[in-house]
T-cell receptor, first 117, second 113 residues
Framework: QKEVEQDPGPLSVPEGAIVSLNCTYS??????FMWYRQYSRKGPELLMY????GNKEDGRFTAQVDKSSKYISLFIRDSQPSDSATYLC?????????????????FGQGTILTVHP | DTAVSQTPKYLVTQMGNDKSIKCEQN?????MYWYKQDSKKFLKIMFS???????INETVPNRFSPKSPDKAHLNLHINSLELGDSAVYFC????????????FGPGTRLTVT
């Protein structure tokens, strides 16, 4: 079983729809949770970052973390064709200098999202 | 004014060859990374350098050797290339370690025939 599981999709929605993207994880040491967006033939770029449990909102994007269920979500409201991309969740454990996981991000497989006009 | 750049963008080579990929960042960051993204889009860290010191060294064949001549550069040399090395290799940087905001380069698409 992979440490981070993410449904690769693909997911196709009409413009204006609410999109829900999810990841589950098994490592209870993960405390830092990120969503990266990757356009075709480009490198990933950070979209959202949250620490521990809770919600964070940034414009049309909302990130949720439920550590008790080991489940994180990204919601996109009023989706646009420009949101079409692969969305990767990423996680990191408590950062102790000198530890083997220091600074290491573990990524999900990525969900391919297409928003059609 | 590219933040993280990689050369070459595409690399096609035969099994058994040795090749290098170069990475440079002009963001003034202290930490740089190499990632491998396979055909199923899994992105996995290979190495991380902080101030030219190797910090993360994942379970990667020793045919892969990173070199950091200075904070702004991190190169990846691969010996005796194998078919399974075909992937997209991304370089990334971050301001410090640990950092969750990593800036990725455009990737180098390596095809081994």
């Amino acid at each position: 079983q992979k440490e981070v599981e993410q449904d690769p999709g693909p997911l196709s929605v009409p413009e204006g729809a609410i999109v829900s993207l999810n990841c589950t994880y098994s490592n209870s040491a993960f405390q830092y949770f990120m969503w990266y967006r990757q356009y075709s033939r480009k490198g990933p770029e950070l979209l959202m970052y949250t620490y521990s449990s809770g919600n964070k909102e940034d414009g049309r994007f909302t990130a949720q973390v439920d550590k008790s269920s080991k489940y994180i979500s990204l919601f996109i409201r009023d989706s646009q064709p420009s949101d079409s991309a692969t969305y990767l969740c990423a996680m990191s454990a408590s950062q102790n200098a000198g530890g083997t996981s220091y600074g290491k991000l573990t990524f999900g497989q990525g969900t391919i999202l297409t928003v059609h006009p | 004014d590219t933040a993280v750049s990689q050369t070459p963008k595409y690399l096609v080579t035969q099994m058994g060859n040795d090749k290098s990929i170069k990475c440079e960042q002009n963001l003034g960051h202290d930490t740089m990374y190499w990632y491998k993204q396979d055909s199923k889009k899994f992105l996995k860290i290979m190495f991380s350098y902080n101030n030219k010191e190797l910090i993360i060294n994942e379970t990667v064949p020793n045919r892969f050797s990173p070199k950091s001549p200075d904070k702004a550069h991190l190169n990846l040399h691969i010996n005796s290339l194998e078919l399974g090395d075909s992937a997209v290799y991304f370089c990334a940087s971050s301001q410090a370690l640990p950092s969750y905001e990593q800036y990725f380069g455009p990737g180098t698409r390596l095809t081994v025939t």
